[in-house]
C-alpha cells in the first residue's frame, strides 16, 4: 500500500564514517533514489480481541532526498535527515524479514 508521508526519516551513522558511506547519501540527492527500511520485529494487529501477525514489515520511502547532506559531507553530523520528494511511502508486509 502507498501512503501520504510528509514527515522525516532519520539514520544514525557511526562516529567516524567513511568518505564512501558520505558519497552514497550525495547519489541518492543526485538521483532521488528510494530508501528502504526493514523491520527486524514482526507486526501485531489486534482485531475484534484477535491478534493477526501482519509479518516483518518494509517500509520504501519514495523520492528521497537528504535534508542535511552538506553537514552528513563535511562529517559535521552523523544523524541523516531524509524526507520524500513526492511525500509518499510504500508499506508492505512479508512472512520472511529479507524479502
Known sequence: M??????ELTMTLIENYSDEIAQQFKKVNEVSSPVV????IEELLELHGKKINLG????????TFIIN??????????IVRMKSRSKKMH???NKNMSE
Open 2 to 7: 502507498i501512503l501520504d508521508w510528509d514527515d
Open 91 to 93: 508499506v508492505s508486509f
Open 37 to 40: 527500511a526493514h523491520h527486524k
Open 69 to 78: 547532506l552538506d553537514d552528513i559531507l563535511d562529517k559535521k553530523d552523523n
Open 56 to 63: 516483518y514489515k518494509t517500509v520504501e520511502f519514495q523520492d
